[in-house]
């Protein structure tokens, strides 16, 4: 999921959503380098903690409400697309 969380953070930048990888990590309730150092130690192994993918769904869930619809169903897609990567994640993690 670690390689799944900055396609993520790409998709609300190209959004305008946020404004930086510190911005985004901050957001996420992380420390401003998070992202940074979930890029360094992204492998196939790496889990982003169930909490943080949570806290993002949860967020972008809350953004929905303001958004014109057309970036509405935007987020919708980021959304369905973290929902994608943590099932295949969590199919993953049972072998």
């Known amino acids: ?6 396609e993520i953070y ?3 930048s190209d959004l305008g959503l946020v404004r930086s990888k510190r911005h985004f990590s ?3 309730g992380h420390h401003w380098s998070y992202l940074r150092d979930v890029e360094q130690r992204a492998d196939e ?8 993918v949570e806290r ?15 970036h509405a ?3 919708e897609q980021v959304i369905a697309r973290i929902d994608q990567h943590s099932a295949v994640a969590d199919v ?3 072998r």
């Open 10 to 12: 790409s998709a609300l």
């Open 92 to 94: 993953l993690a049972r």
């Open 45 to 52: 192994t790496f889990r982003v903690p169930p909490m943080t």
């Open 56 to 70: 993002v769904r949860t967020h972008l869930h809350e953004l929905i409400e303001f958004m014109p619809k057309k």
């Open 1 to 6: 999921m670690g390689f799944h969380l900055t």
């Open 26 to 28: 901050r957001m996420l």
């Open 73 to 75: 169903a935007e987020i």
